[in-house]
T-cell receptor, first 115, second 111 residues
């Protein structure tokens, strides 16, 4: 298995532009997580899906952020309009939730820089 | 106060030394994860614990549920162990897979 795939790996954009980050979870996994990592705040959960349904989006900072999971093999995180404070590394992770012991597998991350 | 506290924040040791990284949490949990993040940025899950102890190679993780404390030990440390080690907990709410993270411990092993 190729593991969790994220694209792009690096994104540099200007303030005000729309940014779309993409994630392909591990085949067969039923949960998908979007995280953001910054120097100031460390790792934070933005949103997670179970069976393609958003379960907890309490970490989504504001209306500029939106996430979708149209099917079990694809998810997007969109920022519109982007701001410099959105600069961070965004990780996607997936897991197979079937009991109390559910390991998460992380993608390589997308490093976003908003100028 | 953070729900998950790690200590130390930074640790530098000589190759071969025994390493201990600590994690304390203040909430009820269903599981605790130890993650490793290398300088390149990738995150790897090392252990997931809900009780007792787990061992993988030179790494050992323990958890004491009553004391709300976990430790990650590295025996015979090597420069390739240099990384940030992150503790994360999953709250005990049924069906909630959300992880809450510590701020990480940056480990540097000097040859």
């Amino acid at each position: 298995d190729a593991g969790v795939i994220q694209s792009p790996r690096h994104e540099v954009t200007e303030m005000g532009q729309e940014v779309t980050l993409r994630c392909k979870p591990i085949s067969g996994h039923n949960s998908l997580f979007w995280y953001r990592q910054t120097m100031m705040r460390g790792l934070e959960l933005l949103i997670y899906f179970n069976n393609n349904v958003p379960i907890d989006d309490s970490g989504m900072p504001e209306d500029r952020f939106s996430a979708k999971m149209p099917n079990a093999s694809f998810s997007t995180l969109k920022i519109q309009p982007s701001e410099p404070r959105d600069s961070a590394v965004y990780f996607c992770a997936s897991s197979l939730v079937r009991d109390s012991y559910n390991e998460q597998f992380f993608g390589p991350g997308t490093r976003l820089t908003v100028l | 106060k953070n729900e998950v506290e790690q200590s130390p924040q930074n640790l530098t040791a000589q190759e071969g030394e025994f390493i201990t990284i600590n994690c304390s949490y203040s909430v009820g949990i269903s599981a605790l994860h130890w993650l490793q993040q290398h300088p390149g940025g990738g995150i790897v899950s090392l252990f997931m614990l809900s009780s007792g102890k787990k061992k993988h190679g030179r790494l050992i993780a323990t958890i004491n549920i009553q004391e709300k404390h976990s430790s990650l030990h590295i025996t015979a440390s090597h420069p390739r162990d240099s990384a940030v080690y992150i503790c994360a907990v999953r709250l005990s709410n049924f069906g909630n897979e959300k992880l809450t993270f510590g701020t990480g411990t940056r480990l540097t092993i000097i040859p």
